[in-house]
T-cell receptor
Framework: AQSVTQPDIHITVSEGASLELRCNYSYGATPYLFWYVQSPGQGLQLLLKYFSGDTLVQGIKGFEAEFKRSQSSFNLRKPSVHWSDAAEYFCAVGLTGGGNKLTFGTGTQLKVEL | EAGVAQSPRYKIIEKRQSVAFWCNPISGHATLYWYQQILGQGPKLLIQ????????DSQLPKDRFSAERLKGVDSTLKIQPAKLEDSAVYLC???????????FGQGTRLTVV
């Protein structure tokens, strides 16, 4: 069965600093990979996704992620964090070949210091 | 385009009571999902519908949880009787046929006391 690991439960960065959130997955084939963001009391908003092709994926709000097959990773990055980026971030893996269901990591809570 | 609608947003019930949640997916989306998100955890899939048929309900506690999707559109998720450990946010999501990207509603926060 597929699984997703987000090793950092909490991360604090200063506004304007760069950000990298880690995500590792376990799956027998190339998965579909996603990053979602969840603000307090809100549902999940898709930041970006990787299905195939270019391993560097651009998303909304200035986020990007890089798929590294050799490391089974899909880390999320942003060059300069804004205070409004404070939220919880979830990495998810979707099955190829049908089903379309997602398996989520446990999330990383991002705090931004002004 | 209207998003996934869920109601109610919040619900507080006593243990052993029953509760129902409603979801209206994005128009035209064939696939509908119910996820359970316990505090401090990522969402966990409870059930997946394709049109009005169940694709996957392997993680649905069928002794107390039930779900239906009438006419392949709206869906309801019911818990009867509720337990304290059912306290969570219940998220509904939908996706177009053949597409893995899911669009989520705002969720229903259930507190069982």
């Amino acid at each position: 069965a597929q699984s997703v690991t987000q090793p950092d439960i909490h991360i604090t960065v200063s506004e304007g600093a760069s950000l990298e959130l880690r995500c590792n997955y376990s799956y027998g084939a190339t998965p579909y990979l996603f990053w979602y963001v969840q603000s307090p009391g809100q549902g999940l908003q898709l930041l970006l996704k990787y299905f195939s092709g270019d391993t560097l994926v651009q998303g909304i709000k200035g986020f990007e992620a890089e798929f590294k097959r050799s490391q089974s990773s899909f880390n999320l990055r942003k060059p300069s964090v804004h205070w409004s980026d404070a939220a919880e971030y979830f990495c998810a893996v979707g099955l190829t070949g049908g089903g379309n269901k997602l398996t989520f990591g446990t999330g990383t809570q991002l705090k931004v210091e002004l | 385009e209207a998003g996934v609608a869920q109601s109610p947003r919040y619900k507080i019930i006593e243990k052993r009571q029953s509760v129902a949640f409603w979801c209206n997916p994005i128009s035209g989306h064939a696939t509908l999902y119910w996820y359970q998100q316990i505090l401090g955890q990522g969402p966990k899939l409870l059930i997946q519908f394709q049109n009005n048929g169940v694709v996957d309900d392997s993680q649905l506690p069928k002794d107390r949880f039930s779900a239906e999707r009438l006419k392949g559109v709206d869906s309801t998720l019911k818990i009867q009787p509720a337990k304290l450990e059912d306290s969570a946010v219940y998220l509904c999501a939908s996706s177009p046929q053949g597409n893995t990207e899911a669009f989520f509603g705002q969720g229903t926060r259930l507190t069982v006391v």
